[in-house]
């Protein structure tokens, strides 16, 4: 439905965006991950029509949107801390957009009514927006957006605002809101907790283009890059030379691992190794570490050794205590491919 | 200590010294609020509640005068409402050029624009009219032009519109500048076109800085004394003029009583209503809130838009300002016979004027002694609001709930006019101030007839200013700081030296020059009360402009060029001494 094709823009005279290009699908929602200031919301107001791309276009159902204002695109903008109008009430919120669209009275009411039971605000509808909480601006907010059955939705970092508790269960609030009405979604985050929560789709955004799009679960399995990696927090990533037949130098000692790599011998690679592939004892390890830090979490003991490298044990040992260990080893492309 | 004593002796003593120690403190703050209250009390409540008195005399409450005052009274809503909406005509595209975009010369024409609204009224009207008068400088340039500017509705909304653009520009730009962008990028992807964003979002927003402004701008127009006086002329009698009229001219004080009580309240009720309206502007801040940064013009449209405003603006607030010290050092006589021929030359010969005491002149004095008067007043109120300030502004940089409580009747004096305060003066202290056979009567002085009244009301009309100067500095000194400086081992005198001073001395410096410009240029007070031998330069100015003749009009143009340079001086310092924000330390 939606498609980007080489988006470029430069923000005070530095790219910004180079190049972006992505798919959004019927009734699929993507959630675009990236770190803090690599463009995740300049993307958005672009594709609102909010802002010019300097090159690049935007495609609804293969037809280029340049043309077309903001107004009239009909994308729903969900923006973090709301972007409430403070002189509307609540039902005055939701029903703005109908208004813009000159829909007869008796509709806007029955449309208002829905959208706000649709987020579990019904009872609010004559409230002043500023007595809100934040959660419940939040949910006024999509409300606003859902009232005019935008063609697409679009998510600024919508709980960056809330805590913890509260963000989790209006994830899984807005996600069976997105699902049930079948529209598709943009999501925007540098969380990636969030993301793995909502996403139908992940898209990776990184020095300016997506370096990796794809299911949760396949982007997860497969990161295409340490970039990538470290971000999702996938585990331990660790700088290695390539000695050729499966063998790799690294802090740790030589270890084994399948990389595939144009470059000779001596070349740079990078690792992956997951906590979870981390085994303490047992027969065949031949890696040795000493613990330095032992820390309990909610699924078991986080376990630091004193070269950096980090897994979960079920049964914790001692701190200073040495133990042998065996890894399961990934190889990473060090640059991002372009 | 009673209440110390009363308490059980298991936590007596720590009580105790508890509640000596919060005695001594409001023993303290009453000390320091007992010279400025006193004051206000006698020199400001005191008159105000006689002139309210006289209201009640039944020689105030006749038919004629309630007649007098509803036609002053109409008069006045109307003009100002004219004013207020001509202000806000030029002040909302003045605050959308200056919150937008950027161009050259910003700030300065950003300070030109503010610049009128600290000058003394005197000065604007005989900018205006050493521009636009019957004796002005267009006059000369355009001879057979019957445009007539003196003495019409014309004249007096102009300079009104010159005096308070400045507070729109303020007011509602900066409401423009931190309306949060976003509101707007959501109305539009919610599908509202760029004329429904005005209508539906940026107004709506803008509506409490509109009202703040439009409020604020209103009720300096209501209040306007001297601009009315000398540009309008005898024909428009607002509340102050007829008020100043009636009992200057009329000698009628219960009428003069009944149109101030009149101003009173309706000047209390404004603002009032102005304190409510900026209140209300104050209500959303978003903390990540996106703020639209100005950007130079990029469309025809917007490059016609900001050239156009900016040359309209600069030419508005530049060329009455200099036409004033061009036409106080130029002569435009007509040769004898031949009016129509009028000759320009330049000449120092107003300036030297000023110095000769002539026969028939209208004062028995050089003119300039009116210069030194106006000085000595000055320095007299300096003295004075610094000395009643001091006391209460350190009580509100640490505000209690006596000082919460206290504060709106120090800011009091701000909402009455002058000549109101000039009336009440006249009403209460025609007679002895003390007992006639009291002790300390000494004979017949009258504080009426001494020179002391004019600064003592220039100190009321200067006080609010001061005191508001001097609060947020004190407040700023760091307190830690000195007890840092006494656990290095300052003395409490030193330590005080290093913190303190600094601030203190600036803030004193920049407080005492708002009190010697705003004494410099109070004309409403002023002309009621100063006596015909002590003549302010304000006052002087007047005189000389309700005179007929070349020469009158040529010194109240060097007068008012005099003046006009002492205020831009006195701006200036006072704009050099703003503390930085925080304190510089």
């Not at chain 1, 470290?230 to 740790?252: M, Q, S, Y």
């Not at chain 2, 009301?457 to 830690?480: D, G, K, W, Y």
Request: proline share 6%; aromatic share 8%; charged share 15%.
């Amino acid at each position: 439905m939606l498609e980007l094709r080489g988006i470029h823009k430069t923000y005070e005279g530095q790219p910004l965006l180079r190049g972006v290009s992505f798919t959004v699908a019927a009734g699929e929602t993507v959630c675009l991950l990236g770190a803090s200031g690599s463009g995740k919301s300049t993307l958005l107001r672009i594709v609102a029509g909010l802002e010019r791309a300097e090159a690049g276009q935007v495609l609804w159902d293969g037809e280029d949107l340049a043309p077309i204002p903001a107004h009239l695109r009909n994308f729903g903008l969900v923006f973090q801390d709301y972007a409430l109008f403070p002189h509307l009430t609540v039902a005055g919120n939701v029903a703005f957009g109908l208004r813009m669209r000159n829909l007869p009275r008796h509709e806007i009411r029955t449309r208002v009514a829905a959208a706000l039971e649709q987020v579990k605000m019904g009872a609010f509808a004559s409230r002043p927006v500023g007595d809100l909480s934040g959660g419940e601006q939040q949910r006024v907010a999509l409300a606003r957006a859902l009232a005019t059955r935008p063609r697409l939705l679009m998510f600024d970092e919508p709980l960056g605002a809330l805590d913890r508790a509260l963000r989790d269960h209006l994830l899984e609030e807005l996600r069976g809101i997105l699902h049930a009405s079948g529209i598709p979604a943009i999501y925007v985050t540098h969380d990636q907790d969030e993301a793995f929560a909502i996403a139908d789709q992940l898209a990776l955004l990184h020095e300016g283009v997506i370096v990796q799009q794809g299911a949760p679960e396949q982007v997860c399995a497969h990161p295409v890059s340490a970039w990538a990696a470290e971000f999702l927090g996938l585990g331990n990533i660790l700088a290695g030379k390539w000695l050729g037949e499966g063998r790799v130098e690294t802090a740790l000692g030589v270890v084994e691992a399948a990389c595939e790599t144009a470059a000779g011998r001596g070349a740079s690679v990078a690792l992956l190794i997951r906590p979870e592939r981390v085994k303490m004892g047992g027969n065949g390890s031949r890696l040795k570490g000493r613990v330095s830090d032992v820390l309990f979490q909610k699924n078991g003991y986080r376990v630091t050794l004193e070269n950096g490298l980090f897994f979960f044990a079920h049964v914790p040992p001692q701190v200073g205590q040495e133990i042998v260990f065996s890894v399961e080893v990934e190889c990473l492309a060090t640059e991002s491919p372009s | 200590m009673a209440q110390g004593n009363a308490l059980g002796a298991a936590r007596g003593s720590a009580s105790a010294s508890k509640i000596a120690h919060l005695q001594s403190q409001i023993q303290l703050r009453l000390l320091l609020w007992l010279p400025p209250l006193a004051f206000l009390g006698l020199f400001f409540f005191y008159p105000l509640a006689r002139i309210l008195v006289t209201t009640f005399d039944p020689a105030a409450l006749t038919p004629d005068n309630f007649h007098i005052t509803f036609s002053a009274l109409r008069f006045t809503v109307y003009q100002a409402t004219l004013s207020t909406l001509l202000t806000l005509l030029l002040g909302l595209p003045a605050a959308w050029l200056f919150a937008r975009f950027e161009f050259p010369g910003k700030s300065l024409l950003r300070a030109l624009t503010a610049v009128p609204f600290l000058l003394p009224t005197v000065v604007v009207a005989a900018g205006f009219n050493a521009l636009l008068g019957p004796r002005g400088l267009a006059s000369f340039l355009f001879p057979l032009s019957s445009f007539q500017f003196s003495n019409t509705l014309t004249a007096i909304l102009t300079a009104h519109v010159f005096y308070n653009t400045t507070i729109v520009i303020r007011i509602v730009g900066s409401a423009l500048a931190q309306r949060d962008l976003r509101l707007e990028q959501a109305a539009r992807s919610l599908g509202a076109d760029g004329a429904r964003v005005w209508l539906h979002v940026i107004l709506p927003g803008l509506r409490p800085s509109l009202l703040a402004a439009g409020t604020l701008v209103f009720l300096f127009d209501f209040t306007s004394f001297g601009v009315i006086l000398l540009l309008g002329g005898p024909a428009f009698a607002t509340l102050e003029v007829e008020t100043y009229i009636q009992a200057l001219h009329m000698l009628n004080l219960p009428l003069a009583g009944l149109l101030s009580a009149v101003q009173l309240t309706c000047t209390l009720a404004l603002s009032a209503l102005y304190t409510r309206t900026a209140a209300r502007m104050r209500v959303q801040a978003n903390p990540r809130a996106v703020f639209e940064s100005a950007r130079p013009p990029r469309k025809g449209s917007e490059k016609l838009f900001v050239t156009g405003l900016v040359a309209l603006l600069a030419l508005f607030f530049v060329l009455p300002m200099l036409a004033l010290p061009l036409r106080s050092i130029s002569r435009l006589e007509a040769a004898r016979g031949e009016r129509s021929s009028v000759q320009f030359a330049l000449s120092g010969e107003y300036y030297r004027e000023l110095f000769i005491n002539r026969r028939g002149s209208l004062f028995y004095v050089p003119p300039i002694r009116a210069a030194l008067n106006s000085l000595g007043y000055a320095g007299l109120t300096v003295a004075l609001s610094l000395l009643l300030g001091f006391p209460a502004a350190s009580a509100l940089a640490r505000p209690g709930e006596l000082e919460r409580w206290l504060d709106p009747f120090l800011m009091l004096p701000l909402g009455a006019s002058a000549v109101t305060l000039g009336l009440g003066f006249i009403i209460t202290f025609n007679r002895p101030l003390l007992p006639e056979n009291g002790p300390l009567n000494t004979g017949h002085w009258k504080l009426l007839a001494s020179p002391w009244l004019v600064p003592l009301a220039h100190t009321i009309v200067a006080l609010p200013f001061v005191i508001r100067t001097l609060q947020p500095a004190l407040a700023s000194i760091p307190e830690r700081l000195r007890d840092a400086a006494a656990s290095l081992g300052a003395s409490p005198v030193r330590a005080w030296l290093a913190v303190d001073w600094p601030i203190v001395w600036r803030a004193s410096l920049s407080a005492g020059t708002f009190a010697f410009t705003v004494s410099l240029g109070e004309f409403g007070a002023t002309a009621l009360l100063a006596r015909p031998e002590y003549p302010t330069i304000p006052v002087a100015i007047y005189r000389f402009l309700s005179q007929p003749g070349g020469l009158n009009y040529g010194q109240a143009m060097a007068m008012a060029t005099l003046l006009m340079a002492l205020a831009t001086l006195g701006i200036l310092l006072i704009e050099r001494l703003r503390a930085p924000r925080g304190g510089e330390l």
